[in-house]
């Protein structure tokens, strides 16, 4: 059964420092891994989706790697804002970890 | 293109009663999947739909039941509330690509909050 955790739980970071997100997953059979960010009281949205056969996907200051051999994904925020303060979950195989809440003060 | 539209997006219950959620999506998309967020228990999948007039249980099915008549409807009841299921549930979709089907990604809607007294 796959088990996905997220490591750090909640993060507080000021603004301007880059910072990495980690999520790992037990099984490896994966197709595909999905970044998402919730904002308080609303829905989950895309960040990045990696398929198996990639290690890094980009998306203007995100930058997301996979390692299916070592179960991990890293979600990379360079020169982090305030208005990236959010939750961000991850998801393998329709899985998800308890997410990082992250606050970025000016 | 208003993606996965959920409704109703709040409503309170009293033990007991019933209630159906309606998930629609415009994507044409063949999955279709049921999550309820907790605190601290991140979101779990209640049940799926790989197509319609299909539908499969997920990690929490109990004290739920769905229904796909149509491609782009997903319907979530509970036949019997109990406070238990206060919660805030999500619908999501995707697509596939590839045979044997392989789920892409994951497109959500904004959520129905649900209070059981």
């Known amino acids: 059964k796959q088990e996905v955790t997220q490591i750090p739980a909640a993060l507080s970071v000021p603004e301007g420092e880059n910072l990495v997100l980690n999520c790992s997953f037990t099984d490896s059979a994966i197709y595909n891994l999905q970044w998402f960010r919730q904002d308080p009281g609303k829905g989950l949205t895309s960040l990045l989706l990696i398929q198996s056969s990639q290690r890094e996907q980009t998306s203007g200051r995100l930058n997301a790697s996979l390692d299916k051999s070592s179960g991990r994904s890293t979600l990379y925020i360079a020169a982090s804002q305030p208005g990236d303060s959010a939750t961000y979950l991850c998801a393998a195989k329709l899985i998800f970890g308890t997410g990082t809440r992250l606050q970025v003060f000016p | 293109n208003a993606g996965v539209t959920q409704t109703p997006k709040f409503r309170v219950l009293k033990t007991g009663q019933s209630m159906t959620l309606l998930c629609a999506q415009d994507m044409n998309h063949e999955y279709m999947y049921w999550y309820r967020q907790d605190p601290g228990m991140g979101l779990r999948l209640i049940h799926y739909?790989?197509?319609?007039?299909?539908?499969a249980k997920g990690e929490v099915p109990d004290g739920y039941n769905v229904s796909r008549l149509k491609k782009q409807n997903f319907l979530l009841g509970l036949e019997s509330a109990a406070p238990s299921q206060t919660s805030v549930y999500f619908c999501a979709s995707s697509g596939t690509s590839g045979l044997p089907p392989i789920v892409g990604e994951l497109f959500f809607g904004e959520g129905s909050r649900l209070t059981v007294l």
């Open positions: 739909s790989v197509g319609e007039g299909t539908t």
